[in-house]
């Protein structure tokens, strides 16, 4: 069978394991299991509607047409969402990812995150500031991401030495910021 017989949309990767949407909304997986290659444990939720995937180095995370979120793979790198598993059941826009957490921008403007503590996961330190408006959200491959709220101001959180800590620059940072990227 080729891509065109199965009718596959997209094909997303994680460091050993590959995931691909089919043009019938569903998800088809191999590679090493730890690393998101297996969906059994997931697989009745990824059988159709799934729009888009994203991915870390070792999971996962679907976003389906109900603004619904599935995730798979190394619990360590976001492959569990349970912490967040409320936040992720609908309103979700458009995933995020670096090499080990997710970020899910909701409808509202606010953002949801999850996997490595350290390096993107847990975004308690600035939840507040993640609680809406937010416009655009960037991450590294490394462990740090940075969120562009509407008013042009950047947010930041993850491994402060990979540029989750940007109090050096708080200032230049509170307003009048048009674009985000990162490398």
Do not use: Y
Request: contains cysteine; aromatic residues 6%; glycine residues 12%.
């Amino acid at each position: 069978l080729t891509a065109v017989d199965v009718g596959i949309q997209h094909i997303f990767s994680t460091q050993h394991a590959f995931a691909a949407v089919t043009t019938a909304g569903s998800v088809m997986c191999w590679g090493l299991a730890e690393s998101g290659g297996d969906i059994s444990d997931v697989k009745e939720h990824l059988g159709s509607g799934v729009q888009t995937l994203a991915s870390t180095d070792q999971a996962f995370a679907a976003l389906k047409e109900d603004g619904s979120v599935v995730t798979w793979g190394n619990p360590d790198s976001g492959g569990n969402s349970a912490e967040v598993w409320e936040q992720l059941r609908g309103d979700v826009r458009q995933l995020f990812s670096n090499d080990s957490s997710f970020a899910a921008l909701k409808k509202n403007g606010s953002l949801v995150t999850w996997g490595n503590p350290e390096c993107g996961g847990d975004s308690s330190r600035v939840r507040e500031d993640l609680a809406g408006s937010i416009r655009h959200v960037c991450s590294n491959d490394s462990a740090a991401c940075a969120a562009l709220k509407e008013d042009g101001s950047v947010i930041t959180w993850g491994h402060a030495l990979c540029g989750g800590d940007s109090s050096a620059v708080r200032e230049k940072l509170q307003n009048g910021v048009l674009h985000i990227f990162s490398n």
